[in-house]
Every structure is written in structure tokens, then in C-alpha cells.
């Protein structure tokens, strides 16, 4: 008996299901994103730069989707997550801000860096300690606590593409605005303040067809003017927070009557 156990431990250790081995792949292509992205940075590159993190933020959101699509999640694949979600949405930003502006003011600058990537590890750490904790309640489904890591990388680095767009519009490069973008966004990161999350969001039928335009007029639009287009849906994203905190009031309140 223990010698068939053995033998069933080793054959576990010799091969591995291709579902299992399929979503680390994805976010191994988000890491080397995110690591590619830093690169450019140093470079100079940046518009490359900002391509891949958002890159990252694609792979990112497949991985999970593959995982669950697949049935392959693991704890590994857990941990890679967070470590590829730091290098690419807490690290590259960061230095990319400062190589694109910060380095300007030396000390502080880089402690605004800094204290990005801190903050963006804390919620990280803060995320999977929460998977360990006990099940929300059911109204916390639709919601995440705080700025998710890629759209906290995004909104940091909205002043870059804003600039793309507006060359003339000399604040948006200034130390003191791309401090505070990058202080407030630190500060949404580790907030408990929630905010929408299309996880679970259902469709109308009604709503599919034009959903499928709007869809196709983004990638149309996103091709002839990209860096006016993400800057909108940035923005668009950070009008969102508010009417997130709505929406979750409202449905705390529905679920006490309950």
C-alpha cells in the first residue's frame, strides 16, 4: 500500500495537466510584460512603455479567466499572480513615472515612486489575506475593496498619455500634479473604499447588440487617436469610483432589509 502511494506521489511530481500549467503561462507573458515595460522606461520609450503595461493588464485579466475557464487554479498560480500584479502594476509604473519626470525633483520624487510600490504590495498582501478569511457578504461580489492593481497602474500613468495628447499642456509633466495623481492613487490602492467589478455583471439580452458596437467603435477609435481614447476611458474609470460607492450603499442597505 505505501509502495503504490509512492509510486502515485512521484507520477504527480513527473507530470501535470496542461489546465494547470495554461493560466501561469499567461501570467508569465503579463511578467515579462511588465519587466519589458520598465525597460523601455529606462529607455525612454514612452509610448512602448505604456503599451505594456497595459499588455500586462491584458494577460492579467485573461489568467483568471483561463484559470477558471480551465479548472486550473493553483495555489502557485495564486502566488505568481501577486508577484507578476507588483512588477507590473506597482514597480513599472513607478519607474516609469520617475524616468519620464520625477527623477527631476531627486528626493521626493522618488519617494512618490516609493510609495507607490509600497502601497501597491499592501494590497496585494491585503487581497490574498482576504481569500483566506471568511466568505463577504454576498453584495461584495459586484465590488472590490480599493483601486485594483492594473487600474491603479493605468491612472498612474495618466498625466504620460494625457501629455501624448496635450504636448503644450506643460502641468501635466510638473512634479507637484504627477506627485499627487500618484499619492491619491496610492492612497485608492490600500482604501477601503469600493469600487465596481464586472466579475460577476450580467448582460440584459436587450444590451448585447449594442454593447458589440460600443465595443467595436472603442477599437476603431482606440486605432486613429489611442492615447485620447485610453485617457477618456481612464477617466471615465475614475468618475466610476464615486458611483461605485453609491451603488454599494445601496446595495448594503437592500441586503439589511433582507
Known sequence: MDK?????FQRRLTTLPFRK?????????????????????IMGFWGKAIVCIFLAAFFDMLDGRVARMLKGSTKFGAELDSLSDFVSFGVAP???????TMHDLPKFGWFF???????MAMRLAR?????????????WQNFFVGVPAPAAAVLGILPVMLSFEYPDAAFLKSNAFCGL?????????VSRIPTISTK??????????????????FATMIISQPWLVLSIATGIYALSIPVGVLFFIKAKKAARRI
Not at 515612486?113 to 502601497?119: G, I, R, S, V, W
Not at 487581497?127 to 453584495?139: D, G, I, K, S, V
Not at 450580467?202 to 460600443?214: A, N, Q, R, S
Open 181 to 189: 495623481v500618484m499619492c491619491v492613487v496610492a492612497m485608492l490602492m
Open 127 to 139: 487581497f490574498n489575506t482576504m481569500l483566506e478569511e471568511e466568505p463577504q457578504p454576498a453584495y
Open 94 to 100: 513607478a519607474i516609469l513615472m520617475y524616468q519620464w
Open 21 to 41: 500549467i495554461a493560466p501561469n503561462i499567461v501570467t508569465t507573458l503579463a511578467l515579462c510584460a511588465g519587466v519589458t515595460s520598465m525597460r523601455y522606461a
Open 113 to 119: 515612486c516609493l510609495l507607490f510600490a509600497t502601497c
Open 200 to 217: 460577476h455583471m450580467k448582460v440584459p439580452t436587450y444590451l448585447v447588440l449594442p454593447l458589440i458596437v460600443l465595443v467595436v467603435l
Open 4 to 8: 503504490n502511494n509512492n509510486n502515485s
